[in-house]
């Protein structure tokens, strides 16, 4: 029987914190470094990232993804060589590119590790998905302790891509739910929009984003013209709205566009 995992946590905030209560739960070695937080856990604490990474299977850096790159050439210096550097923040492609090259020279294997749902109430059960040299390291370590983890074929930032890809939608919606509903409250509606908001997400079905697409391009002109005036509607109730200018200026972007037709050679959509 394989010997539970060593396991280092940089970061022990919301998510870090859950994943560490799952490991110790589940036999693993946990040591922490978080100089924010002082851990209750049963957790052991480094002084600092050299020391938190010294003789560890596999770091899980869930920090931030401004200090991801800071954390990791600090840490370095303490891992030995070929042990997995799994960045779980949620950066850019181009960032965790950068993280992945710097890991590589200081002798580290890489795992790009994108988080793809909210971890309160899954811990280390919440699904990931994850690219990079040391993806299917990190998937033999941690799929045996309950995490489903999804192999994404590519390096660094293929899964920082997919997920940043899911949350232009998924965000994007949830700002337009916000800012629709914070008007309609202004306006004395709110229940009657989140109604109508809810049924619309539970009829979606397979051809519903076909049906948006191609209605957008084939009414950009006027839908521009009712975002401009849901624009005014929405900012005379008191609330900035931002989503709405911004969805104002992708339709008219999108009607200059279908104005000026194909490019030279190109197809036409």
């Avoid at 994943?19 to 693993?28: E, I, W």
């Avoid at 709205?241 to 030279?264: H, N, S, Y």
């Amino acid at each position: 029987m394989q010997p539970p995992p060593y396991i280092a946590l940089l970061g022990y905030g919301e998510a870090g914190s859950a994943f560490g209560r799952d490991l110790l739960a589940l036999g693993a070695r946990v040591r922490v470094h978080d100089p924010r937080v002082r851990p209750r856990d049963a957790v052991e604490v480094a002084a600092d990232e050299a020391d938190a990474v010294r003789g560890v299977d596999l770091v899980l850096s869930v920090n931030s993804a401004s200090a991801a790159l800071g954390a990791l050439e600090d840490g370095a210096p303490g891992a030995r060589e070929g042990t997995v550097w799994a960045d779980m923040n949620t950066a850019s492609p181009q960032v965790k590119t950068v993280l992945g090259e710097t890991a590589a020279r200081a002798g580290l294997s890489f795992a790009d590790v994108a988080i793809m749902a909210p971890v309160p109430g899954r811990g280390l059960r919440v699904p990931m998905l994850v690219s990079g040299p040391a993806a299917e390291r990190f998937a033999a370590i941690l799929r045996p302790l309950g995490t489903p983890v999804t192999l994404q074929p590519g390096g660094a930032g293929a899964a920082a891509q997919r997920k940043l890809l899911r949350s232009v939608f998924f965000k994007g919606m949830a700002a337009a739910v916000v800012e629709a509903l914070d008007a309609a409250r202004a306006a004395g509606c709110e229940e009657w929009l989140r109604e109508n908001i809810a049924a619309e997400l539970a009829g979606a079905g397979a051809g519903t984003v076909d049906r948006l697409v191609t209605g957008t391009r084939r009414h950009a002109g006027r839908r521009a013209d009712e975002m401009a005036a849901a624009e005014d509607m929405v900012r005379g109730l008191g609330v900035e709205p931002a989503v709405a200018r911004a969805a104002r200026d992708l339709l008219l972007r999108i009607r200059a566009e279908e104005a000026a037709g194909p490019a030279e050679g190109g197809p036409r959509r």
